[in-house]
């Protein structure tokens, strides 16, 4: 089991120097990735608040990459419709070569209506959306003069270098619980997000994005679970086909995900490793 850190980029986290020693801290516990989530303008009346800092998705990931050597980085997820996929398929491309080729792509859709609002995207466009952007980058980070004629992109003989390290692009780990997540998965993603998700919960999906592939190929699956997870937790997980936990604090204010990283690193990788 690979076991990831959630929250670095939020609460007490935003602090530079907290920042930086948790990232390092968590890497020399032996966490396999760091991965931060995408929120860019929260109503008033989410369920996360608002007000909590939280810094920017690309920008904290490449804060990090500076700041680590060896830990993986991960998007949980970047919600495509905020982005204009042509800068966003440049920002990641640098970001995967300056860390080493060590950047993870989470994706989705997005639901926070009037977050979408705010980007001029309505919840009916945001599938559509966010399949066409991805097939965009993917077209940029070829290396090669490309072009591409969409609903929302056009390019025309354009070339983006340098391609990320990874070829043919970093890996594209799709989030989402419905049909449409699973069929995108299955068409464009190297691995599946789940979020929130008990163990039944998340056996269920993997049934789900199983059919949506039709045996085509396993997707590694990386769930972050809505509870504390002990060694027991961590093994039914894996039992049934979960690759990645990723962990998270109930409270990302104080100095809970300090606690965290130490009690992850004691019970879980250390016992496993």
């Not at 020693?21 to 009346?45: C, K, M, N, T, Y």
């Not at 559509?128 to 077209?139: P, Q, S």
């Not at 068409?187 to 592939?213: C, H, N, P, S």
């Not at 049934?240 to 100095?255: A, C, E, I, M, W």
Request: hydrophobic fraction near 45%.
């Amino acid at each position: 089991m690979k076991y990831a850190l959630y929250g670095l980029h939020r609460g007490s986290s935003v602090d530079p120097d907290r920042l930086v020693a948790r990232a390092r801290r968590a890497e020399e516990a032996g966490f396999e990735g760091l991965w931060v989530g995408d929120h860019i303008a929260l109503p008033s009346s989410a369920p996360d608040p608002a007000t909590e800092p939280r810094l920017e998705a690309v920008v904290a990931l490449a804060h990090l990459a500076a700041a680590t050597r060896t830990v993986g980085l991960g998007a949980g997820v970047l919600v495509m419709p905020q982005r204009q996929p042509v800068l966003l398929a440049k920002q990641l491309a640098s970001l995967d070569v300056l860390s080493g080729g060590r950047l993870s792509v989470g994706v989705g859709i997005g639901y926070v209506e009037a977050e979408l609002g705010a980007f001029g995207v309505s919840l009916a466009d945001r599938g559509a959306m966010t399949d066409e952007f991805l097939d965009a980058m993917a077209a940029l980070w070829t290396g090669a003069p490309a072009s591409f004629d969409g609903r929302w992109v056009r390019f025309s003989d354009v070339t983006q270098a340098p391609a990320p390290t990874r070829r043919p692009g970093p890996p594209i780990v799709v989030g989402g619980h419905a049909p449409a997540s699973f069929r995108r998965a299955a068409r464009i993603g190297d691995g599946w997000f789940g979020w929130d998700l008990d163990v039944d919960e998340t056996e269920a999906a993997i049934a789900k994005l199983e059919e949506a592939t039709g045996g085509a190929g396993r997707l590694e699956i990386t769930v972050a679970p809505g509870r504390p997870i002990t060694p027991d937790i961590a093994a039914a997980y894996a039992a049934v086909g979960v690759d990645r936990l990723v962990v998270r604090p109930d409270d990302f204010t104080g100095s809970e995900i300090d606690e965290l990283i130490g009690r992850t690193g004691d019970d879980l990788i250390g016992a496993e490793g």
